[in-house]
Antibody, heavy 119, light 110 residues
């Protein structure tokens, strides 16, 4: 199992960025996928989740209405479209896999990708 | 301020035992499984405990988890220098409809 994030970088406040997470070694549609972020030196914060067939998505209140999670099962790729970015969105973003129930653990994580929102 | 409360740090000598508490409420720990993660410096988190007290096969039995009412505990016995890391608890919060993490606990081996 491998999860590899990409798409991070420096972006101005108010801008948009799309993160990608390419999954391999498992059947993408059989699992829920998540985004978790971490400000360097701070704790982990859950951002969003999508179910296996993409029919259900949920978000943390802090990103609701600005971020959109999606998945492409043909490409085994998870996405996070981030709009109206704020300085407080600056963090390392991890994609992670879980099983199909709410308190399921994150059993595999990507290496993380840094997003910096600054002028 | 995290929904789940962990002590900021714990420490012990090599070979000793440490426990890390994770306190929540009925909307999270009280009615859901807890998982624990180890994050070594500069790396992604790694699953240590799931469903409150189960270990993935690759995790040594020096690591253990338990849950009682609205609190969970991670125990580490036979402490090693390689155990120096940040440890996080996590669970589902039914009221928030969100996954919640503790603030993290830094383990130091003296």
């Amino acid at each position: 199992v491998q999860l590899v994030e990409s798409g991070g970088g420096l972006i101005q406040p108010g801008g948009s960025l799309r993160l990608s997470c390419v999954a391999s070694g498992f059947t993408f549609s059989n699992y829920w996928m998540h985004w978790v972020r971490q400000v360097p030196g701070k704790g982990l914060v859950w951002v969003s989740r999508i179910n296996g067939d993409g029919s259900s998505t949920i978000y943390a209140d802090s990103v609701k209405g600005r971020f959109t999670i999606s998945g492409d099962t043909a490409k085994n790729t998870l996405y996070l479209q981030m709009n109206s970015l704020r300085a407080e969105d600056s963090a390392v973003y991890y994609c992670a896999r879980s099983f199909g129930y709410s308190s399921s653990p994150f059993d595999y994580w990507g290496q993380g990708i840094l997003v910096t929102v600054s002028s | 301020q995290s929904v789940l409360t962990q002590p900021p740090s714990v420490s012990a000598a090599p070979g000793q035992k440490v426990t890390i508490s994770c306190s929540g409420s009925n909307s999270n720990i009280g009615n859901n499984y807890v998982s624990w993660y180890q994050q070594l410096p500069g790396t992604a988190p790694k699953l240590l405990i799931y469903e409150s007290n189960k270990r993935p096969s690759e995790i040594p039995d020096r690591f253990s988890g338990s849950k009682s009412d609205t609190s969970a505990t991670l125990g580490i016995t036979g402490l090693q220098t390689g155990d120096e890391a940040d440890y996080y608890c996590a669970t589902w919060d039914s009221s928030l409809s969100a996954v919640v993490f503790g603030g993290g606990t830094k383990v130091t081996v003296l």
